[in-house]
């Protein structure tokens, strides 16, 4: 049972930033944003993960809203093996599982 | 990160057969990994929690006989799909959490692709 909503499919230039919105309205206060992607055929790829403050690590930056009700993944410059589909998941950090929506369909074209 | 392996990659068998699905943590000791099924086009669905030195925990609508979960050591949890039938092709993975306990990510290994025939 996702908690969280996202477009289905977007479209990037190659070299442009690409930005992944996801609204997550019910996150609780103990809830972390994570972001996953998954590239055809392979296991998901671990992004990056917050609580509330800003992120940003060598893949990407993570800007979540000031009421956590929404958060953006950035990838600074978008290339085109950053086709794949994108997921947003809500999870207590000691929660065990992971469940997954229906992320976002990322097309990188050049 | 943390790395986790499956073995095969791909498998194909003919129906009536039982297949075996190996996941390994293969640099971090996980009492507890994951056993997901992604058939085309959708995605990732949750079937079972397996631990180390106990039953496994199935999602409701799992048949637990059909997917038998072995954790018998801190690196290594297998998947075993009994009597496989062509609805039951599909890619598989399984994950494990990393390391550092407290920071919550999981790693997901790279997949398991069953065709039954």
């Known amino acids: 049972d996702a908690k969280t909503t996202q477009p289905p499919s977007m479209d990037c230039a190659e070299g442009r930033a690409a930005n992944l919105p996801c609204n997550h309205s019910t996150i609780s206060g103990n809830e972390y944003v994570y972001w996953y992607r998954q590239i055809h055929s392979q296991g998901p790829q671990y992004i990056i993960h917050g609580l509330k403050n800003n992120e940003t690590n060598e893949m990407a930056s993570l800007i979540i809203t000031e009421d956590r009700k929404s958060s953006t993944l950035i990838l600074p410059h978008a290339t085109l093996r950053d086709t794949a589909v994108y997921y947003c998941?809500?999870?207590?950090?000691?929660?065990?599982?992971?469940?997954f929506g229906a992320g976002t369909r990322l097309t990188v074209k050049p | 990160g943390a790395v986790v392996s499956q073995h095969p990659s791909r498998v194909i068998c003919k129906s009536g057969t039982s297949v075996k699905i190996e996941c390994r943590s293969l640099d971090f000791q996980a009492t507890t990994m994951f056993w997901y099924r992604q058939f085309p086009k959708q995605s990732l669905m949750l079937m079972a929690t397996s631990n180390e030195g106990s039953k496994a925990t199935y999602e409701q609508g799992v048949e637990k006989d059909k997917f038998l979960i072995n954790h018998a050591s801190l690196t290594l949890s297998t998947l075993t799909v009994t009597s496989a039938h062509p609805e039951d092709s599909s890619f598989y993975i399984c994950?494990?959490?990393?390391?550092?306990?407290?920071?919550?990510?999981?790693?997901f290994g790279e997949g398991s692709r069953l065709t039954v025939l």
């Open positions: 994950s494990a959490r990393g390391g550092h306990a407290n920071t919550g990510e999981l790693f």
């Open positions: 998941i809500v999870r207590p950090n000691n929660n065990n599982d992971m469940r």
